[in-house]
């Protein structure tokens, strides 16, 4: 048995704003936007955008009425951190920076070595349209 993860949903607070994000944001990682399907249960409050790929399905969730104004933080117990994108090699964590630059996105890091996590760790960071941490990363493991 391998590890694999299938899909990873998050909950957005405005699902159109979050979805014009990552149709931009997601073909830079290797995402085909036209793979998109969306689905609603409105007696469980549930409205999705679902991204496919082989390897894994990528979910925006709008929020429950009740959460729609809560405030999080990364660092919170239960809460996602920050999702990383890992690319071929460094040219194209370089060409997605220069996408993501060029399309106005919140880049936190440029791209980098950040050598505490490996001698070769390269990367850049932004911020979604919601305030999620993304990392597009280049790295050899182990």
Do not use: W
């Not at 040219?91 to 106005?104: F, N, P, S, T, Y």
């Amino acid at each position: 048995m391998k590890p694999q993860i299938d899909h990873i949903s998050i909950s957005v607070r405005d699902l159109q704003r979050a979805e014009a994000f990552y149709d931009q944001f997601l073909p830079l990682v290797g995402f085909d936007v036209t793979c998109k399907t969306y689905d609603e249960l409105p007696a469980k409050e549930y409205k999705v955008v679902e991204y496919y790929s082989p390897n894994l399905t990528f979910v925006l969730v709008a929020p429950r009425g009740k959460f729609a104004d809560k405030v999080l933080d990364r660092r919170m117990p239960g809460m996602v951190h920050h999702l990383a994108f890992r690319l071929e090699d460094q040219a194209e964590v370089l060409a997605a920076h220069a996408q993501c630059r060029a399309l106005g996105f919140d880049i936190v890091d440029s791209p980098q070595l950040f050598s505490q996590y490996a001698a070769d760790y390269f990367a850049f960071f932004l911020n979604d349209s919601e305030g999620m941490r993304l990392e597009v990363v280049n790295y050899r493991r182990g």
